[in-house]
């Protein structure tokens, strides 16, 4: 017996309980407590009516870098970790959304270069944006987007180099991303991206 049939069973015995109460006794409280227990028992057996379906964890994308031999692959890649475990959607859209909290990221990858994309998504306090438009000391506006290479999110390298060639292809530009840029697990890493070195903080004025 499955356990969605045996709590079935567990509630009509309930509500079997509840009738009995009300057609047998008399007294007021045993009478209350039947009708309590029809509701409920009514109530779980309508509430396990309905069909049941698992929550379960999105499924993480498995980077196999043999499978990857274009950049074109690395943007498919890309495109299904924008989505899932990147969770980039969750804040950004692709095309005008009333509901991104978070700017619009179509033709992002004709806009910026990849040097600059990359810093922004493993160092999103490099530039801190600072707004003279009051007296006093400027007021500071630090970037809400998160560190991706860091928990909880957490991309590898090659994740996000992924998700640049998916920036770079949604919006019409030749990706600039090669698949000889990916580290192989247990091998000396490839050259780094020019930007993904520290750097000091630069503060965008705003007068």
Known sequence: MSEVAMLQLIGLLVVCTGISILLFIRAQFARVIGFVAIVLGLFSLVA????????????????DIATVKTPTDMAAIGQKIFFSKGQCALCH?????ESARCPDLKGIGAKLSREFIFESLTQPQAYIYLDYRHEGPP????????YINKNPIGLSKNEIL????FLQQMSGEPISVSP???????QSPAA???????????VAHAR
């Not at 780094?192 to 630069?202: F, I, L, N, S």
């Open 48 to 63: 396990l009516a309905v069909p049941q379906m698992a929550s379960l964890p999105p499924a993480e994308e498995k980077f």
């Open 93 to 97: 859209s692709i095309g005008p959304s």
């Open 162 to 165: 992924s998700v640049i060639a």
């Open 192 to 202: 780094p991206v020019k930007a993904a070195v520290e750097v000091p903080v630069t």
């Open 180 to 186: 000889s840029e990916l580290e192989v697990p247990g």
């Open 139 to 146: 007021k500071e506006y630090p970037a809400r987007m998160p």
